[in-house]
């Protein structure tokens, strides 16, 4: 059963920091890895979507890699803002004809300090 | 109205209650997801419905009890809830459930507490 974990669980920096958000998942057969931010009663959107044969992605200042054999994936954020201040989730979807269905991470709650 | 929204935001129910949670999409989407996210574990799915069909159940107990009458609506009928249940329910669409390339657009989620 694939499990995904995310390292820290909670960040705390000051403003202007890059950071970087990890997580990790046991089966290494994924169709795809997203990234989503969570905000306190919004839900979650969307911010990166990895394709198993894609190393990386960017939007802005955000960046996401992808090592799919040693099962990582890492979310970088650049000069930190106190709006980045949110719950990160990781989650992936597997490669076995499941369709649509996402395996997520525990998350990392993430708090940019003015 | 745009995207996926939920109703109620919030409820309490006694453990011998009957309730239900709606999740409606205006997105056109032929797939809608109910997950569950508690304060001790990871977002887990509960159920998928493609074109109105139920293709997964993700062993969820009996007393949580999925509707899906269009593409458009998904309720979650709750009843003799364990106070174990408490957590965020969110509700989630995407152009089509077999398709893994889709993003699924999550809705605000319902908070329930179980007394």
């Given amino acids: ?114 | 109205e745009t995207g996926v929204t939920q109703t109620p935001r919030h409820l309490v129910m006694g453990m011998t209650n009957k309730k239900s949670l709606k999740c409606e999409q205006h997105l056109g989407h032929n797939a809608m997801y109910w997950y569950k996210q508690s304060a001790k574990k990871p977002l887990e799915l509960m159920f998928v419905y493609n074109f109105k069909e139920q293709t997964e159940n993700n062993s969820v107990p009996s007393r949580f009890s999925p509707e899906c009458p269009n593409s458009s609506h998904l309720f979650l009928h709750l009843h003799t809830l364990q106070p174990e249940d408490s957590a965020l329910y969110l509700c989630a669409s995407s152009p089509e459930g077999a398709r893994p390339t889709d993003t699924q657009y999550f809705g605000p989620g319902t908070r329930l507490t179980v007394l």
Avoid: H
Wanted: aromatic letters at 6%; charged letters at 15%.
């Fill in chain 1, 1 to 114: 059963k694939q499990e995904v974990t995310q390292i820290p669980a909670a960040l705390s920096v000051p403003e202007g920091e890059n950071l970087v958000l990890n997580c990790s998942f046991t089966d290494s057969a994924i169709y795809n890895l997203q990234w989503f931010r969570q905000d306190p009663g919004k839900g979650l959107t969307s911010l990166l979507l990895i394709q198993s044969s894609q190393r990386e992605q960017t939007s802005g200042r955000l960046n996401a890699s992808l090592d799919k054999s040693s099962g990582r994936s890492t979310l970088y954020i650049a000069a930190s803002q106190p709006g980045d201040s949110a719950t990160y989730l990781c989650a992936v979807r597997e490669n076995n004809n499941a369709g649509n269905m996402l395996t997520f991470g525990g998350g990392t709650r993430l708090m940019v300090k003015p």
